[in-house]
Each structure stands twice: as structure tokens, then as C-alpha cells.
């Protein structure tokens, strides 16, 4: 009986374990986020929030996906005291590896309609126990600019029972390719 107990898990383990690793491989690429690459600014007052963004083709195990991401970092200064940094990450190397990238980032951007000049993310705010917040951005272009009119509204579980419900960047921004 323990024998056949022991065959059942192991037999188990490696069906799914096979099912898992003959899930087909999916692509949702986009080659037009190679031009949001570079430094974005908003400056409002004392305020100053710089984003550097640079476009990765990022490889899911988790669901065998390839897909073309914009990864991000954030620095929000109010004055010359530092509120939130990790732009210094954005000097390391840049990998195809979702995790890894996810953990020298705190967002990442992506568009669902390749042509259209909308852009949906997930931003972690690094000051609020890794809280995620939902990030919509609308991006202009014309003749002297391109900007990039930022929204964020928490996500339904963000920061779940931690009762936290800041956030440290402001609800909306407007950022301006430098």
C-alpha cells in the first residue's frame, strides 16, 4: 500500500511536470518600444521624478511567454532629499530573464495593440512594503516633444492586510523625453 502511495505521487509529479514543459511557447512582441528608450522627467516644483526606460524581449518560465517589455527605474526627489532610488540599476546588465529583470526594476511596461500610443504596467512601490500599483500612460508626440501623461491607481491587493495604503509617487505625472 505505502509502495503504491509513493508510485501515485511520483507518477503524478512527473505528469505535470511534463504538461508544464510542453506548454506551447507564446510570442507578443512588439518592436515600436525600442522609441520610449532613454530618460523621461517631470519637474514641478521642488519635485523631480526621473524614469529611465529601456525595452527588453523578457522570457516567462513561469508561462513560456516571450515578450517585449518596457523595464523601468525611478528616482522621485522632493528638493535635494531622495524619497524612492533605484536608478542606479539601470548601469547593470540587462538579461532576457523575467525574475531577474523584475528584481533590478520596480516597473514595467507593455502594449497590448502594437500601433497604439497606450501603454499598461505594474509599478512596485519600493517605499510601501513592495506594493503594486496599476500604471495606464497615454504618450503624445508632436513637432517640439514626446511626453507621457502617467496614471496610477492601486492595485485590488496592494499591500494586502498590511493596511498601508500609500503611495510615493503622485497619482498623476506628465513625463517628458529628455
Not at 29 to 57: F, H
Request: with cysteine; aromatic share 16%; proline share 3%.
Amino acid at each position: 500500500m505505502k509502495t503504491q502511495k509513493y508510485f501515485l505521487i511520483i507518477f503524478l509529479a512527473a505528469a505535470s511536470a511534463t504538461a508544464y514543459a510542453q506548454h506551447p511557447l507564446e510570442y507578443d512582441t512588439c518592436n515600436t518600444l525600442q522609441q520610449y528608450e532613454g530618460e523621461w522627467m517631470n519637474v514641478s516644483g521642488a519635485d523631480t521624478i526621473r524614469i529611465y526606460l529601456k525595452p527588453v524581449r523578457t522570457y516567462s518560465q513561469r508561462y513560456n511567454t516571450i515578450r517585449d517589455l518596457l523595464w523601468g527605474w525611478v528616482e522621485y526627489k522632493q528638493g535635494n532629499n531622495i524619497v524612492m532610488s533605484n536608478y542606479a540599476n539601470q548601469f547593470l546588465p540587462t538579461s532576457d530573464s523575467w525574475s531577474y529583470m523584475y528584481s533590478i526594476t520596480n516597473f514595467r511596461l507593455s502594449k497590448y495593440i502594437c500601433n497604439s500610443q497606450k501603454l499598461d504596467g505594474r509599478f512596485t512601490d519600493i517605499n510601501h512594503h513592495r506594493g503594486l500599483i496599476d500604471w495606464v500612460v497615454e504618450v503624445t508626440l508632436n513637432a517640439n516633444n514626446i511626453t507621457m501623461d502617467v496614471w496610477q491607481q492601486r492595485t485590488p491587493y496592494y499591500n494586502f492586510n498590511l493596511g498601508d495604503t500609500a503611495i510615493t509617487l503622485p497619482q498623476r505625472f506628465t513625463l517628458i523625453k529628455q
